[in-house]
Nanobody, 130 residues
Framework: QVQLVESGGGLVQAGGSLRLSCAAS?????????????LAWFRQSPGEEREFVAA????????YYADSVKGRFTISRDNAENTVYLQMSCLKPEDTAVYSC??????????????????WGQGTQVTVSS
């Protein structure tokens, strides 16, 4: 079993930046295990469906982004710390949502589909004021 805990959300003005963190842990979960996981960030606004934001694969760290955040957000991982990050810049009011990290032990997942991920964090609120 894997536990994911997000942090770093908050209130920021439009044009500002935030960095979200997601730390993974588990009784039988090792640093090596984390390095093999596909990791992603999703977000959900009230009344909306959950939306893919960004993902990073396990091997060479290939990254993928939703068009709406491309060029503004950066996903990265620190396998030694069992942590995945989402650096968000040039934030817009439409980025307001609960952001959740997700993890999958499989490599050949369709990265933008939430059903591909087995483990989820509880989410952290990001609010961007205009």
């Amino acid at each position: 079993q894997v536990q994911l805990v997000e942090s770093g959300g908050g209130l920021v003005q439009a044009g500002g930046s935030l960095r979200l963190s997601c730390a993974a842990s588990g009784r039988t979960f090792s640093t090596y295990s984390f390095s093999t996981y596909t990791l992603a960030w999703f977000r959900q606004s009230p009344g909306e469906e959950r939306e893919f934001v960004a993902a990073i694969r396990w091997n060479i760290g290939s990254t993928y982004y939703a068009d709406s955040v491309k060029g503004r957000f950066t996903i990265s991982r620190d396998n030694a710390e069992n942590t995945v990050y989402l650096q968000m810049s040039c934030l817009k009011p439409e980025d307001t949502a609960v952001y959740s990290c997700a993890a999958s032990p499989r490599h050949n997942v369709v990265i933008s589909k939430d059903y591909e991920y087995d483990y989820w964090g509880q989410g952290t609120q990001v609010t961007v004021s205009s």
